[in-house]
């Protein structure tokens, strides 16, 4: 079973949906005791960073996230989720999760796209990956494969963390952390096949960890 994090941050019955097309037992949760049996936690997220951190923390999953991951629960971070695993975001200059080194920055409107206009701010659309480093999370994915972005602001992770990057205006890191905690910038549950796929790669690695312990 996966726990979908529920800290009213948005986006979390598309994720269900897309688990639940894959046939993915799951439950949006903030129950600390089925978060803790289940065999992995997805962390979601539409919204801004201090209100997705005020109710973390009055809910107490802030102090879950990290004591299940310093368990070694898997964990999935999507989009705001990415960022939040981060220690800073300048977006109402919060203090986020640290579970992973670096902090967030916002898409500078002075960049410019292949002809040399400026990028639009939020960057929404399709775009690709270029991975980094070996990660799990995309065996099986073809390389051309494209996914669903919508977003201001960005993850900056220290760079031994850095798992994929996308191109738009400048190359930003779009894929981060390490085996077992994963944070992607993008919408999987919004990126058709290969977003399912990422998905499902993510609960078979849950299911390898939960049935080695």
Known sequence: ?????????????????ALDYLGIPCTITADPQEIESGSG????????????????????????LHEQTQKG???LGICLGCQIVLDYSPENDTRTL?????????F????????????????MGWNNIRLQAPCR???????EA?????????????AE????TTEYGQSFCSVLGRPGLWAVQFHPEKSGRPGLKLLSNFYQYCLEVAGAQ
């Open 1 to 17: 079973m996966l726990s979908i994090l529920d800290y009213r941050a948005g986006n979390l019955t598309s994720v269900r949906r």
């Open 73 to 75: 629960k898997p964990l």
């Open 161 to 164: 963390y850095v798992l994929g």
């Open 137 to 143: 999370l995309f065996t099986d994915i073809a390389d």
């Open 41 to 64: 936690i997805i962390f979601p997220g539409v919204g801004a960073a201090g209100t997705a951190m005020h109710h973390l923390q009055a809910s107490g999953l802030d102090r879950v």
């Open 108 to 123: 500078d409107d002075q960049w410019t796209d292949g002809q040399g206009l400026p990028i639009n701010i939020p960057h």
């Open 146 to 158: 494209a996914f669903y972005f919508v977003h201001s602001y960005y993850p900056a992770p220290e």
């Open 98 to 106: 640290g579970l992973v080194p670096g902090r967030c920055e916002r």
